[in-house]
């Protein structure tokens, strides 16, 4: 215990994270301690290079489509708070977690889950995803099972499918009615993060 | 009236009985249904047969020459069996007549109360039960098929997320129920609750083991009506399947102990005991994934006996059953894993018709045999043998079997729930343990109880018939009220969307991906490593190859909704009346035709001939897979199967070139359709051959590639045929995805820039790449449809050349086509339009084929 505390301690505004997040000190600790493995350099932050020499991540088809969104705009690194922040998105939802009346939407709701996934497709940061960005997930996850006639077709019609304001794009409202019926809470969250 | 109908034929069924009852009166002690030619009874029959005279064998000193003789007992037991089958189902279909009553009472429970009545009967004819479930009858010619066909039709991606729950009920479970039941009772024994029994405590603990099985067959029969959703439904079904298993496996260990005594049990015993639980258990699973990887391996080359080739799968999956009984493994589990783990290979290997005839197949005999189950479980109740009273022990087992199910099921949900990522809610585990119903297997193990060592076989036996009566029949009547008064989630059935499997996808990715970061092995890894190591091995040695590829999910979504489309838009065509401008209008028949023929030339090897008649569409088959992922009713994919079959039935049937043998009936024994004669295929050729003679007149008279409307008609026809040739080379390699796209893109390309014609006579006309052309030479004579020669005369609409590229592989378009636009007269607009386009199309269209090939 007296570990678990030392530990704590040497993060910064670990109360606020944890109540931002809603992970448990156990896990905060778990993180960390990723965190500093990660951070081989021990800067106290992470770049996109030790992101990128986890070896399945490497494999990953979005892959870096995936480091990209630990890293806002311009910057290059990213450090424990952002990291766990980031991570926090697929925190299982708790139903029995009181609900404080007053605190903001949680990190791990659903509309944040969904926004994640949607700025994994949306590149340019426009607010849609375009015919292009769509392709290019695509193509990246079909690989080389499929044609490019294909891919296209396979993406035209996807964007038929969800595009409601005819304007051959996703927007994040759009994005969020084609996946209405999906239990998001069941599919964006991981089991050991709970 | 439906009562009317309901009771006449229900007293033809008993005439038909009673007729079959008088005749076999006396004779038959044993005779049961199912399969057994017991000597006893052939000994019994031949020993009264003298009694009952008349009816006998022809005697043998013949003065004169018979001309028919009353041959009975050549055929009776046979003829009792084949009876027997036919009562049952009578029954069935008695049952179904009135479903204002099917939809109080589960059908299972009507079966056995029917079962009653005819066990009434044959009571009230012979005075004694001549007729009753045999526990060999029921483990090897029932059962065998019940669980096949459950464990094939396995939703088996559910199966196995959830196979940690399923297993801990099953296991885990199933020893608690069968140990705590077999407590309490000799507790209250002890007690003085029972009176003076000839029971000991192993006695008891056997007799709750074999209570503990919960019956997949009553389990499903109810779930099925009352549409729990997933996750509830997998629990209970796979809980069931595998516990039944699990059970005999106990069943066994303890009547090995009662065999042994009292005295001689210790605790090497008992350890022996526990390890023999586990060796039988997992050995029989075991043997099991054995027969599925020889299934699989066997279905890669069965394509030449495509007739009896769902025969393997129930042959196999049957020896499979009686090995694991021969090596005294676990038969049920065996079956189970042999179906669950089978079925994606099988259903890649087999052609489309035979995994269709093997699930139709399994359907029939598995719901023939669970009706015939249910009507003896309710006829073997009429029987003064068996019935010894005992209140106390009869009460007190049933509320054992009902309380301490529900504590078993709500403690391991609980434990369950620590670390499940989507708890068990409250109302499903008591679903869940509500649906704890008893069923056949209880009483067959009841009944292979010896009397010998269990004096009190019989109060068991009734015992146990009371509590399949009380779970079955009370606990089947209670569920549907109940799930719908607590508003148990029902299953949605979702549509399936591009969206959903693509944004499937990547959820999937971005969970592993997170997982690497955190620097765990989480759900995904393993999803991720088995999926690696499917592909990479088991697919490899399953699989043929041709199967391998082509099963994207994402892919099989587009390709699945694009079917979807074609016929929303055949349909429409219909509703306005005719399909006519399908013929009309080349450009929309052609690019329609051509979808359908890139589409199902994946699938279907024979797509590129052109002979789909009436008797021959492969095409209804693949659509058939529109069915919510755990049903396993299979009259409910039918029922919603059927629009879209229909449809694409009368677009074939209508469009498409009709072999005119199809008329002519003809039966083959091996072959479902027999091929053209020779003079069709030579006219067909012909006709082909005229076609292209007259385009290629046409092009050759000077036409310069312009891009004048009116030509087009005539380059239609030319290319057409040309990209013919590329058709039977796609189809008959069989996989090569690029070099189906881009053969297609070749004719559309050449389409878009009016490439002058070659040689229209060389098999490999028009078509650039040289590395056709040896394959175009030993290909057989093409067959055009008569569709195509019409075009060549057709010069009443012209097609947009535009249009005409793009479609093929834009099914964006094809879904604009439903209202029709195109249908008459509005090509300008797209003449318009493409004019520029065409312009650069020609240079570089080619080469990006080029590239590709």
């Known amino acids: 215990m007296g570990s678990t505390n030392s530990t704590l301690l040497k993060i910064p505004n670990v109360e606020v994270l944890m109540q931002e997040t809603g992970f448990s000190p156990a896990h905060i600790i778990r993180l960390h301690d990723r965190f500093k493995a990660l951070d081989k350099e021990g800067r106290g ?5 030790d992101f990128g020499a986890i070896k399945e991540l490497a494999m990953n088809p979005i892959g870096d489509r995936i480091i990209g969104a630990f890293f806002s705009p311009g910057k290059e690194t990213v450090d424990f708070h952002t990291f766990v922040k980031i991570l926090a998105h697929f925190r299982p939802v708790d139903k029995d977690r009181p609900k404080e009346p007053n605190s903001l939407e949680p990190i791990n709701s659903r509309s944040n889950k969904l926004k994640f996934a949607f ?76 | 009236m ?10 033809t069924l008993l005439i038909i009985f009673s007729t079959s009852c008088k005749a076999a009166a006396l004779e038959v002690d044993s005779v049961e249904v199912g399969h057994n030619y017991s000597s006893k009874s052939s000994v019994t029959s031949t020993s009264t047969d003298n009694s009952t005279g008349g009816d006998g064998h022809a005697p043998s000193a013949i003065s004169t020459l018979p001309i028919v003789i009353w041959k009975w007992h050549h055929v009776e037991t046979p003829y009792l069996v084949a009876l027997w089958i036919l009562t049952c189902w009578l029954c069935k279909l008695v049952c179904e007549l009135n479903h204002s009553v099917t939809s109080v009472i589960p059908e299972s429970g009507l079966l056995i109360i029917l079962g009653f ?8 004819a012979d005075k004694a039960q001549t007729f009753k479930l045999i526990p060999t009858n029921f483990f090897y010619y029932l059962l065998p098929q019940i669980v096949l066909d459950a464990s094939y039709c396995m939703p088996n991606k559910l199966f196995f997320s959830n196979l940690g729950a399923i297993l801990v009920h099953a296991i885990i479970g199933t020893c608690w129920n069968a140990g705590t039941v077999g407590i309490a009772l000799w507790a209250c024994y002890e007690g003085g609750a029972m009176g003076t029994l000839n029971i000991g405590p192993l006695q008891f603990l056997l007799f709750g083991a074999l209570l503990s099985a919960v019956d997949p067959v009553a389990v499903i029969a109810v779930f099925e009506e009352v549409h729990v959703n997933e996750v509830l439904y997998i629990l209970v079904f796979g809980e069931s399947l595998l516990n039944d298993g699990v059970t005999v496996v106990l069943y066994n260990v303890f009547d090995a102990f009662v065999s042994l005594g009292g005295p001689k049990i210790n605790a090497a015993e008992i350890i022996k005991g526990i390890i023999s639980f586990f060796v039988v258990a997992f050995g029989g699973s075991f043997l099991g994934v054995v027969f599925a990887v020889l299934i699989s391996m066997l279905t890669r080359i069965t394509k030449n006996v495509q007739v009896i080739e769902a025969g393997f799968i129930i042959v196999l999956g049957y020896l499979s059953y009686l090995t694991a009984e021969m090596l005294s493994l676990s038969a049920i589990l065996s079956i189970t894993f042999c179906g669950v783990c089978c079925q994606k290979y099988i259903n890649a290997n087999m052609d489309e018709k035979s995994v269709t005839t ?8 598995a719901n023939g045999s669970e009706t015939m189950i249910f009507v003896f479980l309710g006829v073997s109740a009429i029987d003064r043998n068996i019935w010894v009273w005992n209140t106390g022990f009869i009460l007190l087992t049933v509320f054992f079997v009902v309380v301490f199910r529900f504590m078993g099921v709500f403690f391991l949900n609980w434990i369950l729930n620590q670390s499940r990522l989507i708890p068990i ?28 060592k269990i004096p009190e076989k019989n109060l068991m036996l009734g015992t146990t018939l009371i509590v399949v009566y009380f779970t079955v029949i009370l606990q089947g009547i209670t569920m549907k009220p109940l799930v719908q008064w607590l508003k148990v989630k029902k299953a949605t059935h979702s549509d399936l969307t591009l969206n959903g499997k693509i944004n499937n996808r990547t959820f999937e990715h971005t969970l592993t991906a997170m997982e690497d970061i955190c620097g765990r092995m989480g759900d995904n890894w393993w999803t991720r490593h088995w999926n690696h190591f499917e592909d990479k091995y088991v697919c490899w040695l399953l699989m043929k190859s041709d199967a391998r590829k082509h099963k994207d999910p994402i892919f099989g979504a587009f390709h699945k909704l694009n079917l979807e489309d074609a016929t929303k838009y055949v349909s429409e065509g219909e509703r306005k009346g005719s399909l006519a401008f399908i013929r009309n209008d080349d450009n929309a028949s052609v690019d329609f035709k051509k979808k359908l023929a890139l589409e199902y030339g994946d699938i279907i090897p024979d797509m590129s001939e052109y002979d789909f008649g009436i008797d021959n569409v492969p095409v209804t088959s693949v659509m058939k897979n529109t069915i919510p992922s755990v049903s396993l ?21 209508q469009h498409l070139y009709k072999s005119r043998r199809h008329n002519r009936p003809t039966y083959s024994r091996s072959h479902y359709n027999t091929s053209e004669s020779p003079d069709e295929m030579q006219e067909i050729f012909q006709r082909t051959m005229r076609s292209r003679l007259e385009s290629f007149k046409s092009t050759k ?46 004719s559309s390309s050449e389409i878009a820039g009016n490439f002058p014609r070659r040689s229209p006579n060389a098999p490999g006309a028009g078509v650039d790449n040289p590395a056709f052309i040896p394959e175009m030479d030993t290909s057989p004579p093409m067959r055009n449809p008569p569709w195509q020669t019409e075009t060549a005369n057709n010069t009443a609409v012209a097609p947009s050349q535009r249009a005409q590229g793009r479609l093929p592989w834009t099914p964006t378009n094809l879904r604009h086509l439903a209202p029709l636009r195109m249908s008459t007269h509005s090509t300008d607009s797209f003449a318009m339009a493409d004019a520029s386009v065409d312009d650069k199309a020609p240079e570089e269209k080619p080469g990006t084929h080029h590239t590709r090939l």
């Open chain 1, 45 to 49: 932050y992470l770049c996109p290079q």
């Open chain 1, 119 to 194: 700025q994994l497709y949306d590149q340019d940061k426009d607010g849609k995803i375009s015919r292009d960005e769509l392709l290019k997930v695509l193509r990246a996850m079909l690989g080389m099972q499929v044609t490019e006639e294909q891919l296209e077709s396979i993406a035209d019609r996807t964007i038929q499918e969800a595009d409601l304001d005819r304007d051959d794009a996703i927007s994040f409202e759009e994005f969020r009615k084609s996946l209405e019926k999906v239990n998001i809470d069941h599919k964006m969250s991981i089991r050991f993060l709970r």
């Open chain 2, 2 to 11: 439906a009562f009317l109908q309901q009771f006449a034929l229900l007293l």
């Open chain 2, 117 to 124: 009545v005819l066990g009434g009967i044959v009571w009230g």
């Open chain 2, 358 to 365: 093997l699930r139709y197949t399994l359907k029939v005999m």
């Open chain 2, 425 to 452: 809610d409250i109302l499903d585990q008591f679903i869940m343990a509500y649906g704890g119903l008893r069923g056949a297997v209880a009483y067959g193990l009841a009944a292979i109880l010896d009397e010998k």
């Open chain 2, 633 to 653: 009713d299979i009259h409910e994919q039918d029922r919603k199967s059927m629009p879209n079959d229909l449809s694409a039935h009368h677009l074939l049937d």
């Open chain 2, 701 to 746: 008279m000077g036409v310069n590639p312009s891009k004048k409307l009116s030509k087009h008609p005539k380059k239609d026809s030319t290319h057409k045929p040309n990209r013919k040739p590329a058709d039977p080379h796609r189809t008959y390699p069989y996989g090569d995805e690029d070099f189906e796209f881009s053969a297609d893109s070749v």
